[in-house]
């Protein structure tokens, strides 16, 4: 499953099995998710999360694949009304990759937008990430485990402080029947920022969950729980907000 997006650990291409047949082909993954979730936190600015991914594999040239993710995520407050959607995170990214064994080398290119919703936009918020990850994954004993690092340099950045980006990804998957597994994910990102715009250290963003998952015929659906720390999490704020998150992820 993707992870979150915005100034929080931005989102990765799901790693691929290393015993997978990697024939040169085009459209080889075509991976679609929603998820909605309830935030828990004495901020009215953040009472719901919802998120539409697309994570699209271009083409697989055998020794490695080019692949598209684009995320948009939609931020609810409860500050002028029951339903009140304040913000809208736009993500997308390219990478092409190259495999060293079980490990998949990539480079990136990460653009990522902040939009104020329902009111004036005083700035425009917005970066460019371009970097280098590393991915695994592994099974063992029916298992699944998938570890991925990237950093990154920040460019054209627009009212953020930013200067590189560093994150780490880590999901388990249990199975324990043909159709159901537990999972459980940890994500953390490091932000270096230059101190002499806004006269503030390094930010640090991290997100644990852990949940259920049911295969389905068509696709997948996911309940889970969890914890974030999110820096910046308001577009137009230089501040960090946490909160605890309730929410379901429908996947192709």
Same mark, same amino acid.
Request: one cysteine or more; a neutral charge; charged letters at 20%.
């Given at each position: 499953?993707?992870?979150?997006?915005?100034?929080?650990?931005?989102?990765?291409?799901?790693?691929?099995?290393?015993?997978?047949?990697?024939?040169?082909?085009?459209?080889?993954?075509?991976?679609?998710?929603?998820?909605?979730?309830?935030?828990?936190?004495?901020?009215?600015?953040?009472?719901?999360?919802?998120?539409?991914?697309?994570?699209?594999?271009?083409?697989?040239?055998?020794?490695?694949?080019?692949?598209?993710?684009?995320?948009?995520?939609?931020?609810?407050?409860?500050?002028?009304?029951?339903?009140?959607?304040?913000?809208?995170?736009?993500?997308?990214?390219?990478?092409?990759?190259?495999?060293?064994?079980?490990?998949?080398?990539?480079?990136?290119?990460?653009?990522?937008?902040?939009?104020?919703?329902? &009111? +004036?936009?005083? @700035?425009?918020?917005?970066? $460019?990430?371009?970097?280098?990850?590393? *991915?695994?994954?592994?099974?063992? =004993? %029916?298992?699944?485990?998938?570890?991925?690092?990237?950093?990154?340099?920040?460019?054209?950045?627009?009212?953020?402080?930013?200067?590189?980006?560093?994150?780490?990804?880590?999901?388990?998957?249990?199975?324990?029947? &043909? +159709?159901?597994? @537990?999972?459980?994910?940890? $994500?953390?990102?490091?932000?270096?920022? *230059?101190?002499?715009?806004?006269? =503030? %250290?390094?930010?640090?963003?991290?997100?644990?969950?852990?949940?259920?998952?049911?295969?389905?015929?068509?696709?997948?659906?996911?309940?889970?729980?969890?914890?974030?720390?999110?820096?910046?999490?308001?577009?137009?704020?230089?501040?960090? @907000?946490?909160?605890?998150?309730?929410?379901?992820?429908?996947?192709?």
């Amino acid at each position: 499953s993707c992870t979150t997006a915005g100034a929080q650990v931005p989102p990765v291409p799901s790693p691929v099995t290393p015993e997978a047949q990697h024939v040169p082909a085009f459209l080889t993954r075509t991976d679609f998710s929603f998820l909605g979730a309830w935030l828990i936190t004495p901020d009215p600015r953040f009472t719901y999360d919802g998120r539409l991914t697309a994570d699209l594999d271009l083409l697989d040239y055998g020794a490695g694949r080019t692949n598209l993710l684009v995320d948009y995520e939609m931020g609810v407050g409860s500050e002028r009304r029951s339903f009140d959607v304040n913000h809208g995170n736009y993500t997308i990214a390219f990478s092409t990759s190259y495999r060293v064994g079980p490990i998949e080398l990539s480079t990136f290119f990460h653009h990522e937008s902040r939009h104020l919703s329902d &009111r +004036s936009n005083p @700035v425009a918020i917005s970066w $460019n990430v371009l970097g280098v990850r590393a *991915d695994r994954r592994v099974v063992v =004993r %029916g298992t699944t485990i998938d570890a991925t690092f990237d950093a990154g340099r920040a460019m054209q950045t627009a009212f953020v402080d930013y200067t590189w980006t560093a994150s780490g990804h880590l999901a388990v998957r249990r199975p324990f029947s &043909r +159709s159901a597994s @537990v999972f459980a994910a940890a $994500n953390g990102e490091l932000i270096g920022v *230059d101190p002499a715009k806004y006269g =503030r %250290g390094r930010q640090t963003s991290g997100r644990a969950e852990a949940g259920l998952h049911l295969d389905g015929k068509k696709g997948a659906f996911e309940v889970f729980a969890g914890y974030e720390r999110r820096a910046d999490a308001f577009p137009t704020d230089l501040g960090a @907000v946490t909160f605890f998150t309730v929410g379901i992820r429908l996947m192709t």
